[in-house]
């Protein structure tokens, strides 16, 4: 899933300064522009979507080991991810987000390469989420279980799923605070009829004897159910008052995440007896029918699909606005950022997004999955650096929202996560290291092919992506 929390005091670290700083990117038109509940929810797709998938942390580890993970594994990850992103967000606000902080530390290059590692990332998870609607479906509709029916079903949801992102980003962020409070809903109910049920003794459970834990799907599950807080970042040019919204919108979306992980995994562990390994995938649905009824489970199903549309719609805007960025940016040509005359979105960039994820809709996700988490904490590792360099590379940049910490303690809360990051990469399979070095060499391959294409003016390109500077 793809799945941070912020500090407790970004709202009041929040700095009202005349903004100093001078960017190239583009500017969008003031119509359609993302408020802040919106963003929140927005945020909160590219995150988490709800607690469907963390089922995998009880079943691999226990119910102890799953309420500590998600108590503890934001202040380990989530936040020092929250909290890069809050700054950076901020001090440059535009389309493209990491994208420009890897070109303002390290250069054109690394911005590029950043960019190949993101969307590969973004828009490869992205071709996953049809496939989950089509598997929620078809419980309901058993037609769409195999064969040509499957097929057609995966094709019409992208497209329908990729027009709503078409008519506009207010659209689809209002759309994702609609599709967030209806999936959270059945858990909601289900932590209400499940209070009186409830044994806390069920909470200190290490586990069923003779269940052996898997810790590497443990620590996956966290990992994905509580990452990706950066990828809004490639909204920030579409956002209203980015210096004063993002910070405000990372807390509230962090809080949301946080409690929407922990209250329903505490209902349901200490309501039911424990049957470890029923916990996989799904099994909320089957507490809630053993708490509520059928009709519990039915909703929670209901609720699940529509988590699975959030999820792609803020994916889809992620991947779409980047690649709209690094066109602004002179790292893509120009038509890559050319916007619909009616919504004023990126349609090439929607359309790009689309068609390589409805190829991989029809792949084998197995290594290629993998793969695309390596390359996301690839992606992570460089955008870390990039923070710490830019503290030094640019102490006195306006920075509206700025982390409170000198470069010591910084360098700590990044050294921890990347710690983990080294882990999730170190424990790779051959396959996995083959892929990632096959999609890297591409990412740079294309990198220098832009370069010529550029020097011999056979595509338009900005002039931005060289020169990109904020003053300092």
Known sequence: MEPHLSSSNTQHLLEQQPPTTTTTTTTTKSHGKLALIPLV???????????????????????????????????????????VTAELAT????????????HQAFGPFWGSLMGSWKFLTGVLNLASYPVLCIDYLKLV???????????????????????????GLAIVGYTAV???????????????????????????SLGQKGVQKDWTLFFNTLFWNLNFWDSASTLAGEVEQPQRTFPIALLSAGVLTCLGYLVP?????????????????????????????????????????????????????????????????????????????????????????????????????????????????????????????????????????????????????????????????????RTVYMVSFILTVLGILWYFFMKFCRSKMWLQFNNTGEKLEYED
């Open 41 to 83: 929810f927005l945020i909160f797709f590219e995150v988490s979507g709800g607690p469907y998938g963390e089922e995998s942390a009880v079943g691999a580890a226990g119910p102890l080991w799953a309420i500590l993970g998600f108590l503890i594994f934001p202040f380990i990850w989530s936040i020092p991810e929250a909290l």
């Open 91 to 102: 001090a440059f606000p535009g389309n493209g987000g990491f994208v420009i902080w890897a």
């Open 141 to 167: 509709f058993p037609v769409f279980s195999s064969g040509v029916p499957r097929y057609i079903a995966i094709l019409v949801s992208t497209l329908v799923l990729s027009f709503l992102n078409y008519t």
């Open 178 to 204: 609609t599709l967030g409070i209806v999936s959270l809903s059945p858990f909601v109910v289900l932590t209400l009829v499940s209070i009186p049920k409830i044994d806390p003794s069920r909470w200190i």
């Open 265 to 429: 995994l505490l209902a349901a562990t200490g309501a039911i007896p424990l049957s470890q390994e029923d916990w996989t995938d799904g099994y909320f649905a089957y507490v809630a029918e053993m708490v509520a009824g059928k009709w519990l489970k039915f909703w929670m199903e209901i609720g699940a699909c529509l988590s699975v549309i959030g999820l792609y719609e803020a994916q889809l805007s992620s991947c779409a606005y980047q690649v709209l960025g690094m066109a602004d940016l002179g790292f893509l040509p120009q038509f890559f950022g050319v916007r619909s005359k009616w919504f004023n979105t990126p349609w090439v960039a929607i359309l790009v997004s689309t068609v390589i994820a409805l190829a991989g809709c029809y792949m084998d996700f197995a290594d290629i999955i993998s793969s695309v988490n390596f390359l996301y904490s690839l992606g992570m590792l460089l955008e870390f650096a990039s923070f710490l360099w830019l503290r030094r590379k640019m102490p006195s940049i306006d920075r509206p929202f700025r982390v409170p910490m000198g470069m010591p303690g910084l360098i700590i809360m990044c050294l921890i996560p990347s710690v983990f990051l080294v882990y999730v990469m170190a424990v790779a399979t």
